[in-house]
């Protein structure tokens, strides 16, 4: 499996972002893919994530209300579109991938495949 984000740049406060994952190697209409984030001096934490196969999705408190995640099968492309970004957003951005259903919020443990990370940069 191989998952590649892009999407990552830099943003005034209030702005919007759209982070995307591309994923192959593998069918995934079983899996459960994800985005986590790391901020400067900070654990990785999850953002949000999607059971492929039936696009049902799970959020982080710190996103919810302000960003969905989505999948496109034909292009095996997952996406985190973000508004009103904040500059505590600040991180570094990484897409994953289990073969496992999981449900809810979830450590970054539970996560076999994992993309390089993109940036994203919130100024106030």
């Known amino acids: 499996v191989q998952l590649q984000a892009s999407g990552g740049g830099s943003v005034q406060a209030g702005g919007s972002l759209r982070l995307s994952c591309a994923a192959s190697?593998?069918?995934?209409?079983?899996?459960?893919m994800a985005w986590f984030r790391q901020g400067p001096g900070k654990d990785r934490e999850f953002v949000a994530a999607i059971w492929w196969g039936t696009g049902t999705t799970f959020y982080g408190d710190s996103v919810k209300g302000r960003s969905t995640i989505s999948r496109d099968n034909a292009k095996n492309t997952m996406y985190l579109q973000m508004n009103n970004l904040k500059p505590d957003d600040t991180a570094i951005y990484f897409c994953?991938?289990?073969?496992?259903?999981?449900?809810?919020?979830?450590?970054?443990?539970?996560?076999?495949?994992w993309g390089q990370g993109t940036q994203v940069t919130v100024s106030s």
């Open positions: 994953a991938a289990t073969p496992l259903k999981i449900y809810g919020s979830s450590l970054p443990n539970e996560y076999d495949y």
């Open positions: 190697g593998r069918t995934f209409s079983t899996y459960t």
